[in-house]
């Protein structure tokens, strides 16, 4: 969805939507040659909006007619939204935009279905959000109206104007929040390590149980099981940083001012290729129910474990002879024993530079190397597992033979991660073109 500030028609096409509105006032109701065949517009009975700021409600609205007889399209449906200025934010769905500085929503029907036939229900979602300082008690109103082509002997068909009721309420709520559990300091692999977690209800209604949901990095493995939980383990083969799900339901009520723990504590164990690790947890209400306030449903859980994480460069040597060309592969390994993840910046593990061997060019480099002056520069994932493996093979058009002649490949890796490499030596090899050929 798109807020106030989203897209907006061109001035002209507006002009038009506003002068056939225009004309359905002054018409009156539906044409009396189009007596007999209706457009209509399902619209909410009405809605209660929470007058806590951030609720959040949803509204749908749809256009239909009643004669499968006739083709209807072109639709357009107009919603009156000044009455919620300083009320709402109104999030307005694709295929509708706002006009009137934000007090319009228009929305296109291409095709209007008919009841009982090819109507499927409401076709747009509107979002509201309660702005601060919504009056309680407050009774607004959406209002609405709606026309449309067709090929009956109408033409046109316009909609009677009607307007959907929003009450503004202090309605009671349940206000989950999670209490930030202890700093996990430095730890060995293989520690198993336990996780109190706490839900807190600051609100004032009963939260008839909650929704906690728990993604961990890949080196961390819960050791916990809950019978209402869903697991979702890792999985390497994706394009994805690796990392589990646990997504779990209980039925405990927190009544308002009371706090709850889990039936066991939340165990997890610190695995052997662990280094930069996260919990992540998030509790939501059950039942339906809108927390009012979500600023304290989540919380994080850094883990740094006591490993390195080995980054390597290899290198390749080619031969070919002037006027050929030849595959050359250079590649990056990380040798563990651990992985690394750059999981909250999602910036790369490091860079892989080549520089090209003289006498030689390259006539096609991989899709995620570009050129860098005289060389390439190919650019890494952001996370590496241990003895992970990532080739490059670039295509080399051999200019002219240049015994030995030497590229460098080198390894510029995440600052992050630089501390924790072992053996900073293997950041480098070399990329040899005919190291036994003598010149011709």
Request: charged share 15%; glycine share 10%.
């Amino acid at each position: 969805m798109r807020t106030a500030t989203g897209r907006r028609r061109r001035r002209g096409a507006y002009a038009l939507v506003a002068a056939a509105a225009l004309s359905a006032t002054a018409l009156g109701t539906t044409p009396a040659s189009a007596a007999s065949h209706t457009l209509y517009v399902q619209a909410p009975e009405g809605v209660t909006l929470a007058a806590e700021p951030g609720s959040y409600q949803e509204l749908s609205y749809g256009l239909y007619h009643d004669d499968g007889d006739y083709r209807v399209a072109n639709g357009v449906l107009t919603l009156d939204l000044s009455e919620l200025a300083g009320v709402a934010e109104v999030s307005v769905p694709d295929g509708c935009f706002l006009a009137a500085s934000d007090t319009v929503a228009v929305c296109d029907v291409w095709e209007v279905g008919d009841l009982g036939g090819s109507y499927e229900g409401p076709q747009f979602t509107f979002g509201l959000r309660t702005a601060e300082g919504a009056p309680a008690g407050a009774e607004l109103n959406i209002g609405h109206h709606a026309h449309a082509e067709t090929d009956a002997p109408a033409g046109v068909l316009y909609s009677e104007r009607g307007s959907t009721p929003v009450t503004v309420e202090s309605v009671p709520a349940p206000d989950l929040g999670l209490t930030e559990p202890p700093a996990v300091g430095t730890v060995a692999p293989g520690t198993a390590l336990t996780v109190p977690l706490t839900v807190t209800n600051n609100g004032d209604a009963a939260a008839e149980g909650f929704r906690l949901q728990l993604w961990n990095t890949y080196g961390l493995e819960f050791a916990s099981t809950y019978p209402d939980c869903a697991w979702t383990p890792p999985v390497l083969d994706t394009e994805e940083a690796p990392g589990g799900f646990l997504d779990c339901v209980f039925d405990t009520a927190v009544e308002p001012g009371a706090s709850v723990t889990l039936p066991e504590p939340l165990r997890l164990t610190v695995a052997s290729h662990a280094l930069f690790e996260r919990l992540d947890v998030e509790v939501q209400p059950l039942g339906g129910t809108q927390d009012p306030n979500t600023e304290d449903n989540f919380v994080g859980i850094p883990v740094t474990a006591v490993n390195t994480a080995d980054f390597a460069v290899q290198g390749d040597e080619v031969t070919a002879a002037a006027g050929e060309t030849v595959t050359a592969t250079i590649g990056f390994r990380n040798h563990g024993p651990a992985w690394f993840a750059n999981t909250g910046s999602g910036e790369a593990v490091g860079t892989v530079t080549l520089a090209v061997p003289e006498g030689a060019t390259v006539v096609s480099a991989p899709e995620n190397c570009w050129a860098l002056g005289s060389g390439y520069r190919c650019e890494l994932r952001h996370w590496a597992t241990p003895e992970e493996q990532i080739r490059f093979a670039f295509e080399l058009r051999v200019d002219q033979v240049i015994p030995n002649a030497t590229g460098a490949v080198t390894l510029q890796a995440s600052p992050r991660q630089a501390p924790y490499d072992p053996n900073p030596l293997n950041a480098r090899a070399e990329l040899v073109l005919n190291g036994a050929a003598q010149a011709s």
